[in-house]
């Protein structure tokens, strides 16, 4: 018999066994007979390094994963001014066994987290039972979502959160979760963030295990456990090693530790000679202090609290464990594909770099000498530029690739100012050559001497291939930015410099596309010569030209007699048509001539028939008829559709806005750090509007970070602040004192300057009482061409907050206006997007009449619009680029089914406006009275009460009672919500 060191694939426990192990579950490490010697210098001969796995594994076995394999990092924090529980899930480590090829193996999952409250405070309210989004394929998924539970402080004392993490695969699987006691995390008083092992089923109801990585230098206490209960110190081992001690080494083949003992340190301390556990065939192998890890996870079986103690066991039913383990996850195959891509994009910068030097150094540089400087400018503009910030770029990318977010982000802010006036200069640049060639033969001969010694590159392609560099490094962006995890510290940073790179890139096509219009219209400018106009004008634009067979309608025509046909070509402008003739030269190249007797016509002006009953295409424009030769009714079509040509609408999401009163705005995050370590974050937060931000003091932290007087805070430290008040956002915010404080923000007020013009009321029609918003607005009017949009909600008129005011005193206010006013406005007609995903779009329509609008009655709280910006009460306004307003309830739904699970690119403006309460002394009444159900409105509003003084009104539905959508709730539920908090409610009704 032999004696065989095994190690259980999937819980990781490893034991001596006297015996052979069952092959199904072990891998077998040392030595036999049967199986070459391993060691780690022979991974590479014989597969997988250390282990061999012996055959496939039972899909009924019921073992779990190891503990790597199942952690899952979350943050909660309870706020006590709300009574409300925060818990957000962040990302985790995930693998479940799958077979492929035949082969067991530990494979990605497609996960999401069940969160839920038991016992539930209100079992028909389905806000206590929510769950994650389904993500794809991954080991190393990441969620990033938070979820908000009324939990009121006297909850019962065996109230627990419970978190569940489920592999959405072809049969449905459970992977691990974990549980918390709510009366802990209430008297704890602080936020916690960590890692936690995932449980079975049976354990995660009455337990957890915090997980800690041994090289950490220090954590934060568990709030479950005093540091003085801890088996064991949370600080790493001393890096003093000693012959005989078990430790982890790092072998530089595989990139991995393994255990080892230590049998010698050499004299300086700088070297440790280990030999590998069951390799000691191999001999001693000298190590690198900084390549050894005290074996932490060994220690904690053997410690105890005090010398000569043993550690008294934790029983199932408490909290009080944590595990250390050495290292999380390996290298998974996510990482390893962002390594490839980022490679991509490195070596796509090495090679625009290789052009650009090629340019540079073939032509740029010779042709400083034999050019004029204003010559040299008008061919390269922005080149010189253009070359230097490449270099930097792919120079940093090269140095630090862990920084390779930040550099990026840079280099996206500096596109903006170099590529688009390098496309802009493209047509002179163009023109300048061409006029150079002609002009003299010491250019023509040199460019032709670069032909002889460079066959592959020509100056003008060259130049102009310089353009396709942004686009090319976009989509580069976008693929590292797909293979990057939200979790990843370059994430925030790769999301903004690719919406970056694609604003600038629909710019450059804009300029490139006009730079072409220009160019076109110049060259036939020079063809034609005219004599009483030129074709080059503002907003012309050459849209195609269309060969044909002409012949002047006159008498002929009439009497039906043979007609002579002559080809002509036709070229069609935006607003012009021009009948030419057109000849080839001797290089094979396009020469026009205006068609004589005719004149340029305006489009506007010319009238076609095709009708079967007329042979041909009869033309007319003022007193001039023209027959176009097309004998089948498919010549016609062609003939006609060539000529009503019309230029490509510029729009938005696929539809075209006529003015820019319905032009959404696309909001755009952005993720600041503010230091908190001198004790003050340098910023104040509006007591009225709860996350709006009020003061920002110059200098301080927060304006370092690049917040600003117009931002809303929409999370902190990760959690969705919409649930909370003023006094719970601060106090969540206190909770990060003398901390780093990670924020997402958006921009949320916007600055508009009106001219009065001709139209004494600017052109603007306001409603509405805290706040007034913009109603109607005057197509063409003062309004619309300072880019007022409807919707807009007027936070200041001229330095005068306006917020709280009825929209008869702004209009007032207005009207006393010199010819140009400032204002302060909140936008809600904007664009999102909504992923489709298991649970739907994540919201609810409603239409409470046959002739009212279609609103969002309800947004899933774990549904994807609640994550992308839907509200309660928007209102459709264009669904994928098609015009959805008017539409009733049944036409809306069955436009986005057809759409078959593709992501909905909506228009939506906001209705509705959340209203706070607040009572100095509990059981003071808040001055209305409710009636009816589904939704409940206000019967009665007392004079100078609360409610009256924040704009509610008598008849006015309820929509939203903190937090809970009363939509689909009795009015005795509805009752209930409002009694939860004592001097505080949180109410959203329409404008």
Not at 250 to 256: F, G, I, M, S
Not at 346 to 361: D, G, N, P, R, Y
Not at 646 to 671: D, F, M
């Amino acid at each position: 018999k032999q004696r065989w060191r095994v190690e259980d694939c999937f819980s990781g426990e490893s034991r001596t066994m006297a015996e052979e192990p069952h092959p199904a579950r072990f891998r077998i490490r040392g030595s036999s007979p049967s199986l070459p010697s391993l060691s780690p210098r022979s991974h590479r001969r014989h597969g997988s390094p250390l282990a061999i796995r012996r055959t496939t594994l039972s899909n009924s076995d019921n073992t779990t994963s190891s503990q790597r394999h199942r952690l899952l990092r979350i943050s909660f924090a309870y706020i006590h001014s709300d009574e409300i529980l925060l818990v957000a899930i962040h990302e985790g480590r995930l693998k479940a066994p799958v077979t492929w090829d035949n082969r067991p193996r530990l494979g990605p999952v497609r996960p999401f987290v069940n969160v839920y409250v038991e016992p539930s405070p209100d079992e028909s309210n389905s806000s206590y039972q929510v769950q994650t989004r389904v993500l794809e394929p991954s080991n190393r998924p990441s969620w990033e979502e938070s979820f908000a539970f009324n939990l009121s402080v006297e909850s019962p004392e065996e109230t627990r959160i419970h978190l569940g993490v489920w592999n959405q695969a072809e049969v449905q699987s459970y992977l691990g979760g974990l549980s918390f006691p709510l009366q802990t995390v209430i008297e704890a008083g602080h936020r916690f963030e960590g890692w936690y092992l995932l449980l079975s089923q049976e354990e995660a109801k009455t337990k957890h295990v915090e997980v800690r990585l041994a090289s950490q230098s220090s954590c934060p206490a568990s709030p479950f456990r005093t540091p003085a209960d801890l088996p064991l110190p949370l600080s790493p081992a001393p890096l003093s090693f000693q012959p005989g001690q078990r430790c982890l080494a790092y072998y530089d083949a595989d990139q991995r530790y393994y255990p080892a003992q230590i049998d010698n340190v050499s004299p300086d301390k700088q070297t440790v000679y280990v030999t590998f556990e069951g390799y000691a065939a191999d001999g001693t192998q000298p190590i690198a202090v900084a390549n050894i890890k005290a074996d932490l996870q060994a220690q904690l079986t053997t410690a105890s609290p005090n010398p000569g103690e043993a550690a008294e066991p934790s029983s199932p039913g408490t909290d009080a464990e944590i595990l250390v383990l050495d290292e999380f996850l390996e290298e998974t195959e996510q990482s390893l594909s962002r390594d490839t891509v980022a490679h991509d994009l490195l070596t796509l910068l090495l090679k625009q770099q290789a052009e650009l030097q090629q340019i540079m150094s073939v032509f740029h540089e010779p042709l400083m000498l034999d050019l004029t400087s204003e010559q040299h400018s008008a061919v390269f503009g922005t080149f010189d530029p253009i070359y230097n910030a490449v270099c930097m770029l792919t120079g940093k990318l090269q140095d630090a690739p862990d920084a390779m977010g930040s550099a990026l982000a840079a280099h996206a802010e500096a596109c903006a100012r170099l590529y688009l006036p390098y496309a802009t200069n493209w047509p002179l640049a163009n023109t300048t050559i061409d006029s150079m060639i002609a002009a003299g033969q010491d250019f023509a001969a040199f460019l032709q001497a670069r032909r002889q010694t460079h066959s592959h590159l020509e100056l003008k392609a060259g130049l102009r291939s310089v353009l396709a560099h942004v686009s090319s490094l976009s989509k580069a962006i976008k693929a590292l930015l797909h293979e990057t995890p939200e979790s990843h510290s370059d994430y925030f940073d790769l999301t903004q410099a690719a919406t970056k790179l694609k604003a600038i890139n629909k710019e450059l096509r804009k300029a490139h596309g006009q730079a072409e219009d220009l160019l076109k219209l110049t060259f036939f400018d020079g063809q034609l010569k005219l004599s009483d106009r030129t074709l080059v004008q503002p907003g012309r634009r050459f849209l195609m030209e269309l060969d044909v067979e002409l012949s002047f309608a006159r008498r002929t025509f009439l009497r039906k007699q043979k007609i002579k046909f002559n080809p002509v070509t036709i070229l069609i402008f935006s607003d012009l048509l021009v009948l030419t003739q057109c000849t080839r030269t001797a290089n094979n190249t396009k020469s026009y001539k205006l068609l004589p007797d005719t004149q340029p016509m305006a489009r506007k002006h010319v009238r076609l028939d095709h009708d079967a009953d007329i042979p041909h295409v009869y033309c007319t424009y003022k007193q001039q008829s023209y027959l176009f030769k097309a004998e089948t009714s498919p010549a016609k079509q062609a003939i006609h559709q060539g000529l009503t040509q019309t230029a490509a609408a510029n729009t938005e999401g696929g539809q075209a806005y006529k003015t820019s009163a319905l032009e959404p705005i696309v909001p755009q995050q952005r993720q600041l750090l503010v230091d908190g370590s001198l004790g003050d974050f340098g910023f104040s937060l509006r007591s009225d509007y709860p996350g709006h931000v009020g003061m920002v003091r110059e200098g301080g932290p927060a304006a370092q970070a690049g917040l600003s007087t117009a931002d809303k805070l929409l999370r902190v430290n990760t959690m969705a602040v919409d649930a909370l008040s003023h006094d719970g956002l601060m106090e969540l915010i206190e909770l990060s004192a003398s901390q780093l404080l990670n924020l997402l923000v958006v921009k949320s007020l916007y600055q508009i300057t009106l001219l009065k013009g001709q139209a004494p009321d600017y052109g603007v029609a306001l409603k509405g009482h805290n706040p007034a918003y913009v109603a109607g607005v005057t197509p063409d009017g003062p309004a619309d061409k300072s880019g007022l949009r409807l919707g807009d909600r007027l936070w200041n008129v001229a330095e005068q907050y306006v917020r709280a005011w009825p929209a008869a005193e702004v209009r007032r206010l207005l009207h006393s206006c010199g010819n140009t006013v400032q204002l302060e406005v909140e936008p809600t007609l904007r664009k999102l997007q909504l992923p489709h995903s298991r649970q739907g779009y994540g919201f609810t329509l409603g239409q409470p009449q046959a002739k009212a609008p279609v609103t969002v009655q309800e947004v899933h709280l774990d549904g994807g619009a609640k994550h992308r910006g839907l509200t309660q009460g928007d209102q459709f306004w264009s669904v994928n680029g098609t015009s959805v307003r008017g539409f009733n309830l049944a036409q809306l739904q069955q436009c986005i089914q057809q759409l078959g699970g593709r992501p909905l690119e909506l228009v939506v403006i906001s209705t509705l406006r959340v209203v706070e309460l607040r009572v100095p002394v509990a059981g003071t009444p808040y001055g209305f009275q409710l009636v009816g159900e589904k939704p409940v409105r206000l019967a009665v509003v007392d004079a100078s009460s609360p409610a009256a003084r924040a704009g509610l009104l008598k008849g006015m539905p309820v929509w939203n009672v903190n937090g809970v959508s009363t939509m689909t709730v009795s009015h005795s539920q509805v009752i209930e919500l409002m009694k939860q908090k004592s001097e505080y409610m949180r109410l959203i009704v329409p404008l």
